[in-house]
């Protein structure tokens, strides 16, 4: 898994990605009743800067795959990144996590009560995940749901 995340996102391989939101859409997602009443998915977001260097969000296939396992809108106007951070894999938790300089923002608008499935590429400690969320948790009574390509432990 640490191989093909890695050939997604330094390799240009962005196949992967929506390999991996077949995968999980049609084998997990679909069967289980948490992520039964999505109504959007929205990914997390890519500075323009390194989606420009890149040429894709590699999370953008894998939530545009299980959008359609879940019959669910899928939004990447939501939240942007505006901040151009490092890779977070060369932070430590406390530099991860400090909310006051969360690169996250809410620039959409979505309706009252909406369940959101967020999706990332891998999880470490759950930080990007958590800014994210917090986010999202400014639309009234919003339902927050995750989903990730992989773990790393």
């Not at 986010?135 to 773990?151: F, G, N, Q, R, Y």
Request: charged share 20%; with cysteine; hydrophobic share 35%.
């Amino acid at each position: 898994m640490q191989q093909m995340i890695h050939q997604l996102k330094y390799r240009k391989k962005e196949e992967i990605s929506n390999f991996l939101g077949n995968w999980l859409g049609g084998q997990e997602l679909k069967e289980n009743n948490l992520f039964k009443n999505v109504d959007i998915v929205v990914p997390v977001p890519v500075h323009p800067k390194r989606l420009k260097k890149r040429g894709y969000n590699q999370v953008s296939g894998f939530g545009n795959e299980l959008s359609k396992f879940l019959n669910a809108s899928y939004r990447d106007d939501i939240l942007v990144k505006t901040k151009n951070t490092i890779n977070q894999a060369r932070l430590n938790q406390t530099q991860r996590s400090d909310e006051t300089n969360s690169p996250y923002q809410l620039v959409g608008s979505l309706p009252q009560g909406t369940h959101v499935l967020i999706v990332d590429d891998v999880i470490t400690t759950g930080t990007t995940i958590v800014l994210c969320a917090r986010e999202l948790l400014k639309i009234p009574d919003v339902k927050i749901s995750m989903a990730t390509m992989a773990i790393s432990v």
